[in-house]
């Protein structure tokens, strides 16, 4: 049979926790936890598997079924949480991947929902994303580059470049640039594609230095 993995995050629960105090985001969970299972059903399972990050199983749906759901609950926490006298706005970002080519294991399944909650907490966040063929070409480029990333600094692959910042009205030469530029292995990668990689991999410091 057919089967979608759910991956859902709600984007602002830390600061729900840093305004409200931990107690508030206590309820706030458990109320985003009755609300999931009255509106979703007994037929789809809910798991939370810890802090805010909850999935979802769907079991012999359609693509457009699975999408459905990810619409309903987008639309089910369209109103505010209340948290004992003061209500809480809620957004949510959510990821989907099904059985397919690219996700055979539960792994896989996980990993790729996952990818897909993470690439549409970046396209502005409160809305799903499939796990695409499109996004597998994403995924693998990234994963290359992680690898690579590691290797870069023991084998000289970065290189410094100096721009010059000049005067306008003297024309004389006020202060510099520096510019990194990457030559890997298997061509020049971008700083705007290497960098957040970097960040969040933690190599940004090693190579800063």
């Keep these: 049979g057919s089967l979608a993995l759910l ?10 926790n840093d305004t409200y105090g931990h107690q508030a985001g206590d309820t706030f969970l458990q109320e985003i936890s009755s609300q999931l299972q009255h509106h979703l059903g007994e037929d789809k399972l ?13 079991k012999n749906v359609t693509q457009h079924e ?52 993470y690439y549409a907490k970046g396209q502005g966040k409160n809305k799903y994303q499939f796990f695409t063929e499109e996004l597998y070409v994403i995924m693998s480029r990234k994963h290359m580059i992680d690898r690579a990333l590691r290797k870069a600094i023991d084998n000289s692959e970065f290189e410094l470049y100096y721009q010059p910042l000049v005067d306008i009205k003297s024309g004389k030469l006020v202060g510099l640039e520096a510019l990194l530029r990457w030559n890997a292995p298997f061509g020049t990668v971008a700083p705007d594609e290497f960098i957040p990689i970097a960040e969040e991999t933690g190599w940004i410091v090693p190579i800063g230095e």
């Design 66 to 117: 699975a999408q459905l759901v990810a619409q309903q609950i987008l639309d089910v926490f369209n109103q505010p949480i209340n948290l004992t006298k003061r209500e809480a706005p809620v957004t949510i970002s959510i990821g989907i991947s099904m059985l397919s080519n690219y996700s055979r294991t539960v792994d896989q399944l996980m990993k790729h929902a996952d990818f897909a909650l």
């Design 46 to 58: 809910v798991y939370r598997l810890g802090g805010d990050e909850f999935i979802i199983m769907l």
């Design 7 to 16: 991956s859902l995050d709600f984007d602002n629960f830390k600061d729900i």
